[in-house]
């Protein structure tokens, strides 16, 4: 007994010092924090400078308030991350200030979908009109990364660098064989012939129909990207599409001959070449801004008048509030609401990237929509993707604008349910007994059995029914018939230049598009555009931060992309309910 209340007053005292030693910690946090912010405040665009953009950060859609990034904590660097928003807006802004001579791309790799590729490309194309040059070296470009560097007017490769360039590809992870060596049979329920989210856990490669689809979407994109390259370096499609299919640009001297670089160059000489372009000595550092720091924005429109508000809505769609980077359907739909119930708000953007995810939530999300146009206009822009469940609350908008490589459609359903019988009865010697009440009492809610034919019977009338009221929604939104919809459905996934075509997409345009006919549409002449969910506050953020996300960006500073799959897996573990989504590590490299 003396030693138990020995143990007892340690495990106290172990957990007092603890709670001592968090505190200064977390002190110590908010004080770097509110310096950091102070210091971020202050930076200053020097003169004759350079706006120098290098994507191999993180891109969310809109930038993420983490009250950890820059900070000195051991054993975390403070990855840096920046949202699509900010990065439009500061090229914007760059184009007007006459401190900013000109764009240095730096870039070898994109951290983001085609779509965000091609609206930063698009923002620097519109900065050139400006007369201003756009000048790019890289030491390696991946595909995505000259895909973006082919938008300057001078290109350049290290003598010793590489260019990929041997056309597009994406693959799947399949985690049947896995979950059968696990002991774990994961029950699917399902409608939709192309609904392939599902297809990792009950097969090892791709179906025929899924095939089918990758091979039409992965065109389309494709096709884009050619086209985008040949209109900046006057090069034929037919031309770059012979040289991928022949990976001709195997050494950087191929690059030059094929004419995709200007010159192979080292740093040193790029420059003295960007130092000639301002017109400084040799001898003098070159003034330039990271994007990450530039502090100046795009004029946002005039204050006090009407707005249009840009709402975003990007991650997997789920449950309850969510966290940063989720769409959580009662955060959203309460946003919703308090934008349709605001007199000062005229017009909704409302700004979708997700790939989808509970069917509850993307229904109750789609309600507020719905409700909402009846009193104002709602246009929807659509980001990298915008599928199955991302599509359903895109469904009931006034438009839907979407970019020609956006990830769209998807319409189809889904449940899975897990059984671990043979993981805990042979793997780990675990066995369950039950009590029940009635018949179904504990349909899918033990795991340590198989569904009987009649409960999964019971389940699938439910998934049906949730795939009539999804295909409801589209062609009550879209005004075409159910049975088109269920033509172009089943779980079939397009991009948005497709989805033009088969009436789920209005037109292939951005976001300023977007805001611009949203402003037409509530007859504006002079508004304001201001963005929701609205950012914290710094110290307002650290306390709301949660214990998952801390471990999120601890996660991808140490593993870096390999961290998605981890994220990925435990996802799977967490869903519940019937789902609307496509697999969300839709890769295309």
């Known amino acids: 007994m003396r030693s138990f ?46 706006l120098m953009i290098n994507l191999d950060h993180t891109i969310t859609e809109k930038t993420e308030p983490n009250p950890f990034e820059g900070l000195d904590v051991p054993g975390y660097s403070g990855t840096r991350s920046i949202g699509l928003n900010d990065i439009l807006s500061r090229i914007k802004a760059a184009k007007e200030d006459a401190n900013i001579k000109g764009i240095y791309l730096n870039v070898a790799g994109v951290n983001a979908g085609f779509p965000t590729a091609k609206a930063i490309r698009e923002a620097i194309v519109d900065f050139k009109e400006s007369g201003k040059f756009v000048l790019a070296f890289s030491d390696v470009m991946s595909q995505k990364g000259y895909y973006m560097n082919s ?58 129909a899924n095939k089918e689809q990758v091979n039409s979407y992965l065109g389309s994109i494709y096709n884009t990207f050619l086209q985008d390259i040949s209109n900046s370096k006057k090069i034929t499609v037919d031309s770059l599409k012979h040289i991928a299919d022949g990976y001709l640009i195997r050494e950087p001297e191929d690059a030059k001959i094929y004419g995709f670089v200007n010159g192979l160059l ?166 369950f007994d039950a009590v029940k009440t009635a018949k179904f009492a504990d349909m899918d809610v033990d795991m340590d059995r198989p569904l009987t034919e009649e409960e999964k019977s019971i389940i699938q009338g439910g998934v049906n029914k949730i795939y009539q009221v999804f295909m409801k929604r589209v062609a009550d939104g879209r005004k075409i018939d159910v049975a088109n919809v269920d033509s172009i459905g089943q779980g079939r996934v397009w991009t948005g230049e497709q989805a033009v075509k088969l009436k789920l997409v209005d037109r292939v345009a951005g976001l300023d598009e977007a805001i611009e006919a949203a402003a037409k549409k509530a007859k504006l002449d002079n508004y304001r555009v201001s963005e929701y969910p609205r950012a914290k506050e710094p110290f307002a953020n650290l306390l709301s931060t949660s214990k998952e996300k801390i471990k999120m960006w601890m996660l991808e500073d140490e593993m870096g992309d390999y961290v998605k799959y981890l994220t990925e897996i435990k ?14 590590l839709v890769e295309i490299y």
């Open 266 to 431: 080292y740093k040193d000489e790029v420059l003295a070449k960007l130092r000639g372009k301002l017109g400084i000595d040799a001898k003098k550092d070159i003034p330039y801004v990271s994007i990450l720091d530039y502090n100046n924005k795009a004029d946002a429109g005039e204050a006090g008048a009407s707005r249009v508000a840009v709402l975003y809505a990007y991650g997997e769609i789920v449950d309850g509030e969510g966290m940063e980077g989720q769409i959580g359907g009662d955060k959203i739909s309460r946003e919703l609401r308090d934008l349709r119930t605001d007199d000062r708000v005229k017009a909704i953007v409302l700004r979708v990237n997700s790939p989808g995810g509970s069917a509850l939530a993307s229904e109750n999300i789609w309600r507020e929509v719905d409700l909402t146009k009846k009193v104002k206009p709602v246009i929807v822009s659509m980001g990298d993707y915008a599928a199955s469940g991302g599509y359903y609350i895109s469904a009931a908008a006034d438009s839907i604008f979407a970019d020609p490589t956006t990830l769209t459609g998807s319409i189809g359903v889904f449940g899975m349910i897990p059984n671990m019988q043979k993981l805990f009865n042979d793997k780990l010697g675990i066995h």
């Open 571 to 584: 996802k799977i573990t967490k869903r519940s309910g019937i789902q609307a989504r496509i697999p969300y």
């Open 151 to 208: 938008v300057a007017d001078e290109i350049y490769l290290n003598p010793q660098g590489s260019l990929d360039f041997r056309g597009l590809a994406t693959s799947v992870m399949f985690f049947k064989e896995a979950m059968e060596k696990l002991g774990v049979d994961m029950q699917i329920l399902k409608v939709g012939t192309y609904k392939s989210a599902v297809e990792p856990f009950m097969m090892n490669s791709m179906s025929e």
């Open 5 to 50: 209340f020995k143990y007892v007053l340690a495990t106290i005292t172990g957990i007092i010092i603890s709670s001592i030693i968090l505190f200064f910690i977390v002190i110590g946090i908010i004080g770097a924090m509110v310096s950091s912010v102070g210091t971020k405040s202050e930076t200053i665009t020097p003169s004759n400078a350079v």
